[in-house]
């Protein structure tokens, strides 16, 4: 078991009542907010509106920069760090999904500093100072409201990539589960992927870790398994939202990797789809996860499906471990796209295998894929692409 | 379900290697630091040595308070915090258990202001400021490393009172499970039962909450099962010890009470028995908290005890409910009582009946035991100590 630092210093405003400490959470940083947001839609549901009013009441001067691609792009947090500087913004409040975020966090450092923005990224440039950001959820899926992470894609060179640092952590964020009532099924359903793969990347990892651990990750997997199709059926249950937003933080905030090398495969791997092809990260990463468990299945890793089938979807404790796994695979499997009702294979989405050996070898620069199941190297990627057809 | 804030600002430095980083810890918050213990064990162990060895590396001035008692007293308090104004002490550094550290947070408080330390807790005085704290946990129990209250006891008065304040969180926690390698059996299993007690008293909810957190509360109690018998029969298993520390420490944090309210039964009628009888926290927890089951356990609640029989213990889930809740109070009470080796009575740890009423009386003040299970009034609460005798 590794030693490990927990540090999670995020301030949480959970429920439907919390919206009157925005303005109080704001002013604690200064007078002039950039509220940052995607294409409108908090305009159509009302939010825009309620959050604009608790500016006034809190007599904060606004500013605005919206127009956030999902998978945000380095421009746009040139652009918007950019205005940072020019109108010397005090808070950022981003009020969004993870795209949304994930621009915010790297403005509010490219903000504090004289580097391109990319270099955070590419070069890995540390982050020494950003602005305070505060974040309004409006959909339960990347986690990064809770986390000190950001994935930022440069479409010129066809990269995408995931920075972090202590200094990205927001400083509050709202979460108010009715704010996600009016995310299409769709997605709902990519959300509910990328919550189970967050927690999937973490799990399934052949290193000892605490036990405490397993089972509340185990907990995290029954929730997204229970209240995904509720939210889907009735996207106005509250309970259903609610878990699915606070699982959402959990699952990839840091506390469940306590203990273990905090090294993912799928997630760089599908990034390497999605800096290509620009499609839904959670939809990726379903389609991309079961063939990578399948792909990773042997003698040596098989007791680690056998706990996930039985204490996930409880499937029969007494059955041989091989079984048990193949059965633990199929459920998922099912879960995504029949329960979810996700696209299953590179072909429906469009992805074509003239880019699998460019992805793969992309996929395996640094180390990032030597942990979890097990090392991958190119051609196994490749090999996991194939399965995805 | 209920709006919540979740914040939890303590840094947690977890595992073998990280006593390293104490000096630099400590150096955030000034050059004077009181080192504050208990019985002196730490001296027994070397961890003492260890400490004050940091401590000079990091070239910070030591001073000391040792001798606090375990149910620590008011008395311990007010000179603890009486030496911090003499000596301007800038950083606490408590190490010990769940007493030596909600001493430790109470002389914070006590250091930067005028009145009387017993107000925090009698008069529930607000602590506007506290001196930093960190810690290094000896004893996985209380969750005083990473929560913001304190228990203290006056003797005098026969009081026994908890307060807590967002000022009284530790800034820095050292979890070294080696550190509890040389706990006696005794304390594991009075430890063990305390974690359950946390665990318990928040889980036993009727309200709506959030099945997560339902999901987390059963790993948090799985694990404890698990691994308590493994710390009792080899006390140096690190898998065990980091474990039940870790555990110790969510079971009490506010992150399992998301959306219900943080109301308990058990701990306030505890703290009436050890204010007067002055038994260990977590035997007073054990020997209460089936009885108290047993007692509540009506068609009201049940389903609450099924889930609890079925997730934790493992029993088979076509029985009827009120057989799964009265099989499920009798695996725990086996647990305390036969796994932990804990008395499992009043009459053989000298609880006596005359001080019933009084103990009983003054467990209702206030309205904490309207929540949980159900409310509890003064007769109910003589009816559980008749069932403990």
Redesign the interface.
């Known amino acids: ?9 995020v ?8 919206f009157g400490h925005l303005g109080q959470e704001l002013s604690r940083h200064g007078k002039k907010v950039l509220l940052i947001y995607g294409g409108g839609s908090i305009k159509r549901t009302g939010l825009y509106d309620k959050v604009v009013s608790e500016i006034e009441k809190a007599d904060l001067k606004l500013y605005e920069y919206s127009g956030i691609e999902p998978n945000p792009r380095i421009d746009s947090v040139r652009k918007g760090a950019q205005l940072c500087k020019e109108e010397h913004i005090d808070v950022l409040l981003a009020v969004g999904g993870g795209s949304t975020i994930d621009a915010a966090k790297y403005m509010a450092a490219a903000a504090c500093a004289d580097c391109d923005p990319w270099d955070f990224l590419e070069k890995k440039a540390p982050v020494k100072e950003a602005l305070p950001i505060v974040t309004i959820l409006t959909l339960a899926a990347t986690g990064s409201e809770m986390d000190a992470c950001g994935v930022i894609s440069n479409p010129e060179t066809h990269d995408k990539i995931v920075g972090m640092s202590p200094k990205l952590f927001p400083k509050a964020s709202f979460l108010d589960p009715t704010n996600t009532y009016t995310v299409s099924a769709y997605q709902t359903a990519c959300g509910a992927a990328d919550i189970m793969s967050h927690v999937i990347e973490t799990y399934f990892n052949m290193e ?1 870790g ?7 990750m ?3 997997m ?2 997204v398994v ?2 995904a199709p509720v939210a889907l059926r009735d996207p106005e249950n ?2 259903a939202r ?2 699915l937003m ?2 959402s933080s ?1 699952a990839i905030n840091g506390f469940i990797s ?2 273990r090398s905090h090294l993912w495969s799928c997630h760089p791997i599908e990034h390497e789809l999605s800096a290509i092809y620009d499609i839904t990260h959670g939809l990726g990463l379903a389609i991309l996860t079961p063939r990578w468990m399948e792909y990773c299945l042997n003698e040596r890793t098989v007791s680690k499906y056998y706990q996930f089938g039985t204490r996930v979807f409880g499937i029969d404790a007494s059955l041989e471990p091989m079984t048990v796994a193949r059965k633990s695979i199929e459920l998922l499997s099912e879960f995504f796209f029949k329960t979810l009702g996700l696209k299953s294979t590179f072909t429906e989405v469009g992805i074509q295998k003239k880019d699998f050996a460019h992805m793969a070898q992309k996929a395996c620069e640094g180390d990032v894929l030597q942990s979890g199941l097990g090392p991958l190297k190119q051609e196994d990627i490749e090999k996991i692409f194939e399965m995805c057809l």
């Open positions: 078991m590794r030693d490990f630092i927990y540090e999670i210093p301030k949480v405003y959970f429920g439907r009542e919390q000892d605490l036990y405490m651990l397993d089972c509340f185990e907990g995290l029954q929730t229970k209240f509250y309970e609610a878990n606070w699982a959990w306590g203990g």
